[in-house]
């Protein structure tokens, strides 16, 4: 049931990130975290906030590669975390995870 519920908040995240993605016109090039077509997971979190750790635990539990942006310290992940926030009506809360292909 946990893996279930772990899946939906990726997806749920990865529509949310996708379509901001879409709408953003000036975008920086993330390096993949996978080679070939797999979709990455970028994942916005704090480093003091413990569901951010959780989602890290699982994501290597289950070998799934992630980039994290840490909306603390980098400006640029703050401002494309409040911006999915916005766009989708959703609460500011840590983690916000999404998928994006490569």
Not at 11 to 31: C, I, Y
Not at 58 to 87: G, T
């Given at each position: 049931?946990?893996?279930?519920?772990?899946?939906?908040?990726l997806?749920?995240?990865?529509?949310a990130?996708?379509?901001?993605?879409?709408?953003?016109?000036?975008?920086?090039?993330?390096?993949?975290?996978t080679?070939?077509?797999?979709?990455?997971v970028?994942?916005?979190?704090?480093?003091?906030?413990?569901?951010?750790?959780?989602?890290?635990?699982?994501?290597?539990?289950?070998?799934?590669?992630?980039?994290?942006?840490?909306?603390?310290?980098?400006?640029?992940?703050?401002?494309?975390?409040?911006?999915?926030?916005?766009?989708?009506?959703?609460?500011?809360?840590?983690?916000?995870?999404?998928?994006?292909?490569?």
């Amino acid at each position: 049931m946990r893996r279930i519920l772990w899946g939906v908040w990726l997806l749920v995240g990865a529509l949310a990130f996708s379509w901001q993605l879409q709408t953003t016109t000036a975008q920086e090039t993330v390096a993949p975290a996978t080679s070939g077509d797999e979709p990455i997971v970028h994942l916005f979190g704090r480093d003091d906030c413990g569901f951010c750790k959780q989602m890290f635990a699982w994501l290597e539990e289950e070998d799934i590669p992630y980039v994290y942006h840490n909306i603390i310290e980098d400006e640029r992940a703050r401002e494309q975390f409040n911006a999915i926030a916005e766009k989708h009506s959703t609460s500011k809360v840590t983690p916000l995870s999404s998928l994006v292909n490569a």
